[in-house]
């Protein structure tokens, strides 16, 4: 089955710095990107969609400056956590779709841990 | 924006046993497609089946069926001959073009 693999797998960052988290697929051409959070026991909660060369579309209560989502290529997108605080520590999972009807296949996820 | 509902925070089932897990959704589309997602304590997100809202067979993989009622926008899954390793948390999600989501998850518990 198709792979997306996201990098790194956990994290721990000092306040104040920026973390990157990658997303890639491994065998297709990833037309859509999800970003999602999901708190402890909670669901996965969607934070943006990406198209790969276009901006971004970040859902309401997202900070765009501080989540920042780049898709530069068809097997690439990244999530980088802007002068991160104690309160974005969670887990973040990116999956990949190769087209709009398409089932999304999921990264392993990444936990961020800001001390 | 598009909701998803799943009303049961835990359900509980007997190794052998079948059991049923609850989702409904709210959509003014009439093309969508429908999944049910299995998440380990791996945390890794598993598909495990999935609908086009277009069919009107339900889709069925193996031990796992589902119901769809598109009318009453419901979509529930069935696990039969319930096994040890299908204990998880299940994710409703539906999907629309760039518009994926999520409900908020049931936690099956399978006893021995």
């Known amino acids: 089955g198709a792979v997306v693999s996201q990098h790194p797998s956990r994290v721990i960052c000092k306040s104040g710095t920026s973390v990157k988290i990658e997303c890639r697929s491994l065998?297709?051409?990833?037309?859509?990107m999800f970003w999602y959070r999901q708190f402890p026991k909670k669901s996965l909660m969607l934070m943006a969609t990406?198209?790969?060369?276009?901006?971004?579309?970040?859902e309401q209560g997202v900070e765009k400056d501080k989540f920042l989502i780049n898709h530069a290529s068809l097997t690439l997108s990244t999530l980088t956590v802007t002068s991160a605080h104690p309160e974005d520590s969670s887990f973040y999972i990116c999956?990949?779709?190769?087209?709009?009807?398409?089932?999304?296949?999921f990264g392993q996820g990444t936990r961020l841990t800001v001390v | 924006a598009q909701t998803v509902t799943q009303s049961q925070p835990e359900m509980s089932v007997q190794e052998a046993e079948t059991v049923t897990l609850s989702c409904t959704y709210d959509t003014s589309e009439s093309d969508y497609y429908l999944f049910w997602y299995k998440q380990p304590p791996s945390r890794q997100m598993i598909l495990v089946i999935r609908q086009e809202a277009y069919k009107q067979q339900n889709a069925t993989e193996n031990r796992f069926s589902v119901n769809f009622q598109k009318a009453a926008k419901s979509f529930s899954l069935k696990i039969s001959d319930s096994q040890l390793g299908d204990a998880a948390m299940y994710f409703c999600?539906?999907?629309?073009?760039?518009?994926?989501?999520f409900g908020a998850g049931t936690r099956l518990t399978v006893k021995p």
């Open positions: 990406s198209n790969e060369g276009s901006k971004a579309t970040y």
């Open positions: 999956s990949a779709s190769p087209g709009t009807v398409e089932r999304a296949f």
């Open positions: 065998d297709f051409q990833a037309t859509t």
């Open positions: 999600a539906y999907r629309r073009d760039n518009d994926m989501r």
